[in-house]
């Protein structure tokens, strides 16, 4: 059973299909007794990082979660999602994360049009479980205008350019993120999707 939190910020629709289409048994949720009992967690997210932090507070979910991952529950951060795992994003000023990854979330340079929207490639920096199967340069699809600057890059699993390098993929023990929309990808996100259930 692979549970997806919903803290009422989340385009949950897409990666819900996508996962049953796979094949794979899916709880979209918003009940921290759920979040407990996962075997494996998908944090998902459209909006703003103050906002999904407050969401996850409110609904009683920030330390079921936390508890969850760091007891070792797989864990995938996607787009948003990806940004409440590190410890703290500047985004309409600074505000604290999950801090389950060590970093910062900062915001897409003024000189480039804001937000990235569209097809970019993956640049993979090591092999991992995760992108098993997926070639190099592969197409993937994002939409955001803010990326991760975790402290150490050993975390960075695949980059993208878009005129600057940022952390498309990034892994850290059980915790998995991606700053595209593996859901929005095709066949590039679905072998990811498929490969985090088989982990």
Known sequence: MITVVDYKLNNLRSIENTLRRLG??????????DVQ???????PGVGAFRDAMANLREYGLLEPFVEKVKA???????????HLLFTE?????LHRGLDLLKG?????????RVPHMGWNQLHPKRADALTEGVRSSSFVYFVHSYYVEPESPDIVLATTDYEIEFPAIVHSSNVWATQFHPEKS???GERLLENFARL
Request: glycine share 8%; with cysteine.
């Open 24 to 33: 794979h048994e899916v709880k979209v949720t918003s009940d921290p007794a």
């Open 37 to 43: 009992a996962a075997t494996k967690l998908i944090l």
């Open 72 to 82: 070792g529950t797989p864990a995938l951060g996607i787009c948003l999602g990806m």
């Open 89 to 93: 994003s500047e985004e309409f000023g």
């Open 104 to 112: 910062r979330v900062i915001k897409l340079p003024t000189n480039l």
């Open 186 to 188: 095709q066949r590039v």
